[in-house]
Each structure stands twice: as C-alpha cells, then as structure tokens.
T-cell receptor
Framework: QQPVQSPQAVILREGEDAVINCSSSKALYSVHWYRQKHGEAPVFLMILLKGGEQKGHEKISASFNEKKQQSSLYLTASQLSYSGTYFCGTENLAAQFYFGTGTSLTVIP | SQTIHQWPATLVQPVGSPLSLECTVEGTSNPNLYWYRQAAGRGLQLLFYSVGIGQISSEVPQNLSASRPQDRQFILSSKKLLLSDSGFYLC?????????????FGPGTRLTVT
C-alpha cells in the first residue's frame, strides 16, 4: 500500500526545476507532501484533496490526478534550502495513510 | 496552540532489553495518533495508528506494540529489542475530523540497539 515515488534521487543546480512523482495503487482521498532535512522530523509542505488541488508555496506546487492515483510535486528555480528528502503521503478512501518511498533532492551551488 | 512531545530524544539499548517510548499531544482533543519508524537513509514506515483510547491498529507484524492509555498519550513498547529495531521513531497526530488532514510530527526518538 506504500505509494511509489520517482525519481529516487535527484541533484540540481541552483535555479533549476525538478518534478517528483508519487503513484498509488489505491483510490485516494488526499495526497500530502513533506520535506525532511537530515536528522529532523518531516515538515508539511502542502496537501491536495480529492476534487481539487491546493498550492502551498510560491515556487513549490503540486498536482493531483485522481483517475491515475498520482501526484506530482513541482519545484521551480530551486534554492539551496530545498535540499532534503521529499515524501508524499497518501490517504485512501478507508482513511489509511501511508508515506511514499522518498526522493532525495540535493541542490548544489 | 498544539504541541507534540516525544521522549527520550535519544536512546541506546542492548539487544533483548525492553523499550518504552512516549508521545503526548497538547492543545487538542481526540486526535488520531501515529507511530512511524525510519531506518537510516530509508523512508517512513507506519507501525501503529490509533483513532481513540484503547484503539490500536497495527500495520506491520513485529515485536513492537503500542498502547493509548489516555486520549493524548501514545506509547510504543517492546519486551525484547532486536538489532533491526534501530532507527528514528516518529510520533504524529492529526485532527480526527475536519478539513485539515495534515499530520504534525514530534521531534523523534533516535534508538540504537547494540
């Protein structure tokens, strides 16, 4: 039931864009995105609900395709502070919540 | 405002010893509570979740157990630790009902089993 993320890892130069994908085998009610810095707890970025989508930050946005049970996180004009591991979290129609496999993002100068 | 506490922050325990990790939430009532484990360099594995006092759902069969003796208290336990139990343990809560399904994480407990 764990959603699968791709890519597993990505390295960017400052100012470049990235897309992180999250795919589930179950019908979804919501998709959450979190970022985790090394040694710290995950921090909430945004949530996308069934029937709509929500943008959490100016240069970080996301989409939710309910039919395909997929979500994508878009990071534009990346900054050094964007480095970390990104997790999607999916809530299915039975209210079960699972985190994805994670994507390690490294932004270099 | 709501806060979530976990303790201890770090723990080193020998194989075969017992474990008790505690998580408490302040500033809200009737939360859903979660225990996750994160092995080094890995993703978040859901271990247990609870929708109320005494109501525990287990996601992964293993030598860990969880209890919720009070509405805002969630305890993770083991009778005998294994080396594979090492990791970063995170407790999280969310509102049980309403339009805000965001999960709020505690600071975590880093457990090393030697």
């Amino acid at each position: 039931q764990q959603p699968v993320q791709s890519p597993q890892a990505v390295i960017l130069r400052e100012g470049e864009d990235a897309v992180i994908n999250c795919s589930s085998s179950k019908a979804l009610y919501s998709v959450h995105w979190y970022r985790q810095k090394h040694g710290e707890a995950p921090v909430f970025l945004m949530i996308l609900l069934k029937g709509g989508e929500q943008k959490g930050h100016e240069k970080i946005s996301a989409s939710f395709n309910e039919k395909k049970q997929q979500s994508s996180l878009y990071l534009t004009a990346s900054q050094l502070s964007y480095s970390g591991t990104y997790f999607c979290g999916t809530e299915n129609l039975a209210a079960q919540f699972y985190f994805g496999t994670g994507t390690s993002l490294t932004v270099i100068p | 405002s709501q806060t979530i506490h976990q303790w201890p922050a770090t723990l080193v325990q020998p194989v075969g010893s017992p474990l008790s990790l505690e998580c408490t939430v302040e500033g809200t009532s009737n939360p859903n509570l979660y225990w996750y484990r994160q092995a080094a360099g890995r993703g978040l594995q859901l271990l247990f979740y609870s929708v109320g006092i005494g109501q525990i759902s287990s996601e992964v069969p293993q030598n860990l157990s969880a209890s919720r003796p009070q509405d805002r208290q969630f305890i993770l336990s083991s009778k005998k630790l294994l080396l594979s139990d090492s990791g970063f343990y995170l407790c999280a809560w969310r509102y049980r009902q309403g339009a805000n399904p965001e999960q709020y994480f505690g600071p975590g407990t880093r457990l090393t089993v030697t």
